[in-house]
């Protein structure tokens, strides 16, 4: 066949974006863009094909510093910050609806920059982050997407600290 592939190429550069992966593709979305604006907007990357693709916005604020993790078939991005300040929301994509859906807020203050990893295909943990206070904490908590709840659970050990990194 003569048909030629096109690579859609996603914005240039992020400040504080959020990611997750589902399967072979790669999400990327929110953050400051090159011209200092914080964003909603999502990239798809589909690791097979090499290709970037949009996809759905998430409809509410323009955020940065959001967490984000996987658990099953739908990513999620917690909290981050705004033009207001600090955020509790969680959302939830589906990728077969190209949609989103807010969930339960964390039952504590609003915080970005956080960690996040998932367990088990049913929960993930949120931990660390810079509250919206303006203090650095070391609380963790699991979100339980079944029941779509939180828990309070161990705190991280060693001092309270934001913008760290795990996988």
């Known amino acids: 066949s003569n048909s030629k592939r096109t690579r859609c190429i996603a914005p240039t550069s992020a400040v504080g974006a959020a990611t997750f992966t589902i399967g072979n593709r790669i999400y990327v979305g929110t953050g400051m863009d090159v011209g200092f604006?914080?964003?909603n907007d999502w990239w798809c990357f589909d690791t097979q094909t090499e290709l970037w693709s949009p996809i759905a916005a998430m409809p509410t604020t323009s955020r940065q510093y959001g967490t984000a993790f996987t658990i099953a078939d739908t990513g999620y991005v917690f909290g981050g910050v705004d033009v207001s300040g600090a955020l509790d929301q969680l959302w939830a994509y589906y990728p077969e609806q190209d949609a989103w859906e807010q969930k339960a807020s964390i039952p504590a203050e609003a915080r970005y920059a956080c960690v996040a990893v998932t367990g088990f295909h049913t929960n993930a943990i949120v931990?660390?982050?810079?509250?919206?206070?303006?203090?650095?904490?070391?609380?963790?908590?699991?979100?339980q997407a079944v029941t779509d709840t939180w828990?309070?659970?161990a705190p991280v050990p060693g001092s309270a600290r934001h913008r760290?990194?795990?996988f």
């Open 151 to 153: 828990e309070a659970i």
């Open 37 to 39: 604006q914080l964003t």
């Open 164 to 166: 760290a990194a795990c």
């Open 127 to 143: 931990a660390t982050g810079m509250l919206a206070s303006g203090s650095p904490t070391n609380e963790a908590w699991k979100y």
